[in-house]
């Protein structure tokens, strides 16, 4: 058992470090790539392709089955499992499209962007061939052959963003970005393909078969799963984007959808890794509370650790980031920016919380977090966007936000051997002190006639300086 638990261990650990590498690199590359992209193309097109991936995904029925969630948990992967997973995607993916291009040409009629449906389309595409590798996909995560796939995953967007980079400059307009969603999951899906032939080739060998029994499984399993994630992704995630984009137009859309991701690189850089892993590593040792324990206090650490620095540079540089990287044409971003980046904070922490409730079977847990966060943005923040506008919906976001946190906190430390206190309490003292000093450093006299470059790196090295020197003296020492 002792070696079953060290090998688990060192995958879990390989696979983070890769994805983390990866994830790194990808931002990286992404976010050279958007400088120039930003610069080459108008707010109104950011707009019209955010308000169009919110129908997107609002539309497709795949997510909404969970039944990659479902199809995770099985314990035996064989020619079964897969086949019987290909034939519900297929069927899903499918039925997706023409949903899609039906409901795009009705979105038109009644006034939206003929821009928005063609990015509907165009995503309902992608999404129903990216089913062709649904099962490679699957087979590669259950046998934790991330690293690989990552790796391979950076150099293929590096291409996509060389492509949609010379068709931008070019005056393509919207077709250079869904170019890149296009290329993207093209080159992904071949990634996938690779590995699999060279790491997993008895995938390949087996006998792919369709079983009722198990496909009643799989949906009854995954679609209480799928309908929170969708909550989610289409509601929590994206639904401030279709009141955005409805209430305040397009161009407004494109300005806070800039702010927004880079508000997300926390989320991003963390959540893309740590939190994928530490789901797969959640259902492997579920059944021992020490080591589950184990896994959470590291999940908690890294972000704490990791998250907040990054968070504190954009919220006290939010001015200066925008100025550097996208111009002053896009200054209107700098206002979303600095309340986003307080809400993306939190976000990595309610996704620990939804990821660990999924991996222990707690269905209804995941339906709990998200479907309050959903309901609190419907309901508070529509009409908060009603009466102030844009602002409104920061804020409705934000109360959105804090009760995820607060629900997915509370189900985590009923779970595990840990306290609140001795996680999040020197967090929020260096939080405090990290906060006060970069306050203080921003009110100097001369500190607003420095270069944007100057102050940006001053405030980035002051407040994670601070932050981590604090946090690392008032973090009791564990002697276990």
Known sequence: MSSEHSTTGRLAVRNTLWLTIGSYAGQLIGFCATLVLVRALTPEIFGYLSIGLFWSSLLGLSAKFGLYYSAIRQSTLDGDLLGTYFRLEAVLGGASFLISVVAAFILIQIGYSPQVGLVIIISAGIA??????????????????????????????????????????????????????????????????????????????????????????LIKQGLPVGLSNVATVTIVSQYDNFLIGTYAGPATLGFYDRAYRISQWPNSLLTSSLVRVAFLTFAKVKDDLPRLTHTVRLAFWLLVTLGVPIALMIFFGAPDIVQILYGPAWSQSAYFLRYLAIFSLLSPFIALG??????????????????????????????LTWWLGSPGTMLGVGITIAVGFIISNAYIFRRVQLSIPSVFGPAFVALVIATIASVLVSEIPSWSTLPPLLRLIGIGITAPSLYLLALVALRPRRDD
Not at 357 to 380: D, E, M, P
């Open 354 to 383: 939804s990821s660990l409730s999924i991996a222990l079977g707690h269905r209804k847990v995941n339906i709990l977090i998200t479907g309050a966060q959903a309901a609190t943005l419907i309901l508070i923040g529509t009409p």
């Open 128 to 217: 129903c061939i990216s089913v062709l590798t649904a099962p490679y996909v699957l087979a590669a995560e259950k046998e934790m052959q991330l690293s690989r796939i990552s790796i391979l995953g950076v150099f293929g967007s590096a291409i996509a963003y060389v492509v949609a980079i010379g068709l931008a400059l070019a005056g393509a307009g919207i077709w250079s970005l869904l170019l890149l969603n296009v290329l993207t999951s093209g080159l992904g899906m071949l990634s996938v393909l690779w590995v699999c032939r060279r790491r997993l080739p008895h995938i390949t060998k087996m006998h792919w078969r369709y079983r009722r029994d198990l496909a009643n499984t």
